[in-house]
Structure formats: structure tokens, C-alpha cells
């Protein structure tokens, strides 16, 4: 398996004025396709791992020869949380979850609006370059950061939302100011399909 960059389902553009188009162009086809690029490298002369998808290969860091093993985990983990990432983006967002996804939220952190404060200063407290996820662990919805290109998948935890808090994913129009790119970042978030990421981690 050659992995490949998959094409967004929208313009770059189209989630201004949250995200500009120079960031998305740039995020996508320089820092997500050289992540792919370096992970098809070094996996060109291991036949046996190409059978494998990319939520499997990073899931099973153990499998790969130790060689190439912090270039799978590196490369690969910015592959499978890029290629969510651009999901969960949408210019059409709807403001909230519905259904059982945000009657899971209130449950699990009293309200949607805590679970929002919750999530961002999560986000917030991020040393460094890293990711902020809503995540399911043990059958319940939590809230953790990972740091680098590290998944949720890593530690056996099923990802539903996340967003990338590299300073490549905002600053060419926030600069230092993580804190306006992640209150930004919840108008553009697609819940219809972080309610599919939770219905299909009940199924798991």
C-alpha cells in the first residue's frame, strides 16, 4: 500500500475567516503530504506492512522493525490525525452536536458549554506542539492531549475529535495567539461527522 494525500471536501478558502487559505494550502500540501511522503520511504523496503492501513500501522507500532519504528510512529501519526483533522472541518458547521453524541457530552461533563471550556483549555495547556482530542477510553468520552504527531490510537483509545495545536496549523494569521485560533476553530467544526466517529465507536 502507497498512502496517498486525500483531497479535502472543500476549498481552501472555504473556512475563512476561521482558517485562511494560505494555512490550509500549506498544511495540507506541504506538512500532511511530506508526512506521507516520508512514511511511504521508509516503508518502501518492508513488504509485510504495506497489507496494512494506516489506523493499523500506527496501532501496532510493536510489529515494526525498530529501525524505522519512530519514523512510522512520527510520520505515520501525522498521516491518520491530519487525514481526520481535515473531517472534522467544515464551512457549513451546525453549532453543536445532536442526539446521543451531546447527551453523552452533558453527561459526562454537565453541560456542552463546560465541556467546550473543558476541551479548550485542554487545548490551551498543550506544551508545545501537540493535539488535543475528545476521545472514548474504557467506554466513556474523555478529553487528552497527545504531544507531536502522536494518536489517541497509540494508547488504544478510539479519536472522535481533534485539533492540531502545531503552531503551523494557525500562525500565519494568529501568531502567538493559540488561544483566538482554538475559540475560532469551534465555528468550523463538522459535528455531523464527529457523531459518525462516536457511532462508530460504539460499534467497535
Known amino acids: 500500500m502507497t498512502f496517498k494525500l486525500p483531497k479535502l471536501a472543500y476549498g481552501y478558502n472555504a473556512l475563512e475567516p476561521y482558517i485562511d487559505a494560505k494555512t490550509m494550502d500549506i498544511h495540507h500540501t506541504k506538512h500532511h503530504a511530506t508526512y506521507i511522503e516520508k512514511l511511504n520511504q521508509v516503508l518502501k523496503d518492508f513488504p509485510k506492512l504495506h497489507k496494512l492501513t494506516i489506523d493499523k500501522l500506527i496501532d501496532n507500532l510493536n510489529k515494526v522493525p525498530i529501525e524505522i519504528k519512530t519514523s512510522v510512529r512520527n510520520n505515520g501519526g501525522g498521516h491518520y490525525n491530519h487525514a481526520l483533522f481535515w473531517k472534522i472541518l467544515t464551512p457549513k458547521a451546525k453549532g453543536k452536536p445532536q442526539g446521543i453524541l451531546l447527551d453523552s457530552i452533558s453527561s459526562r ?77 469551534w465555528n468550523i467544526v463538522n459535528w455531523n461527522q464527529v457523531e459518525k466517529n462516536f457511532e462508530a465507536s460504539i460499534k467497535v
Open 109 to 185: 461533563f454537565g453541560s456542552y458549554d463546560s465541556f467546550m471550556e473543558k476541551y479548550s483549555n485542554t487545548a490551551l495547556s498543550q506544551f508545545g506542539s501537540g493535539w488535543s482530542w475528545l476521545i472514548i477510553r474504557n467506554g466513556k468520552l474523555d478529553i487528552i492531549n497527545t504531544s507531536n504527531q502522536d494518536s489517541p490510537i497509540m494508547k488504544g483509545y478510539f479519536p472522535i475529535l481533534g485539533i492540531d495545536v502545531w503552531e503551523h496549523a494557525y500562525y500565519l494569521k494568529y501568531q502567538n495567539r493559540r488561544v483566538d485560533y482554538i475559540k475560532a476553530w
